[in-house]
């Protein structure tokens, strides 16, 4: 592999560590790079060798946040083990078949998400709603259940979908809902990381690189999110949104 390639692919990394700190979707940037700068390598290779910076880039980001932002560690430690197990499962999936015919669905629900964020000005700007115990363990393992198989099956926008699930769902504002996604989504992708190593799948020369730069841009983007607050990052989640349209929309009716 040429030097340059490499340097792209750490470039857009680090670009990938920064978007996800803030509200997920780091995927959407490395992975279509990725694809486009290797492509003789086999899928499950490409998306095997970035769990590991994007397991990276996220334990940064969470480090930072645990620092600022008060979390349920009760509650969390149940998601990141439920979340592990079906991202694990998601993975092994995806070894066996093709993850296309979910698309055009997706596309319809991030329509509708896009339109719902924009339109509701205040949503995700506080925190809104109080759910007895049991009620929110039932939600919390819901989410953890479909979104940690979907990061394993498919996986572009899942911090973003997280964060979508934390605010609308569980009622958590944009910043708390930020900080607690990234704690399930280091789960989601170490439960894939550790499929995808049975499988001997992992490139070791370009994840390791890429890692080192998804962390740095993890690490300065955790730290303007916690800086900037609810609103800035309400416009980013709008934005990373609106890729994960374009990017489904290009695979859709396009590619």
């Known amino acids: 592999m040429e030097n340059y390639i490499l340097l792209l692919l750490c470039i857009a990394a680090f670009f990938a560590g920064f978007v996800d700190a803030i509200v997920g979707g780091g995927g959407l940037i490395q992975t279509p790079v990725a694809m486009i700068l290797l492509p003789n390598l086999a899928v499950a290779n490409i ?20 620092k600022k932002v008060q979390m349920n560690w009760k509650l969390l430690s149940i998601m990141a083990i439920v979340a592990f197990v079906a991202a694990f499962f998601g993975s092994n999936l995806l070894t066996l078949v093709h993850n296309d015919f979910m698309k055009p669905l997706l596309f319809v629900v991030l329509l509708f998400i896009a339109i719902y964020t924009f ?5 995700g700007l506080h925190q809104a709603k109080e759910h007895s115990v049991k ?12 979104i940690g198989f979907y990061d394993g099956f498919i996986g572009p926008g899942t ?12 009622g958590f504002d944009f910043l708390h809902a930020s900080a607690n996604a990234k ?13 995808f190593v049975l499988k001997g799948k992992i490139i070791w020369a370009i994840a ?5 730069c998804n962390a740095l841009g993890g690490f300065i983007g955790a730290k303007l999110a916690i800086k900037k607050g609810n609103e800035f990052i309400r416009i980013f989640f709008l934005l990373v949104v609106v890729m994960t349209l374009i990017r489904f929309g290009y695979d859709i009716f396009l590619k």
């Open 208 to 212: 390791i690189p890429m890692a080192v």
């Open 47 to 66: 998306i095997g060798s970035l769990k590991i910076p994007a397991f990276s880039g996220t334990s940064f980001a969470a480090y930072h946040y645990l």
């Open 159 to 170: 911090g973003s979908f997280l964060v979508l699930a934390f605010v609308s769902i569980l």
């Open 135 to 146: 009620r929110q363990l039932f939600y919390a393992v819901g989410i953890s259940v479909v």
């Open 119 to 123: 339109t509701k000005k205040d949503f």
């Open 183 to 195: 704690m399930v989504n280091l789960a989601t992708n170490f439960g894939s990381i550790c499929l």
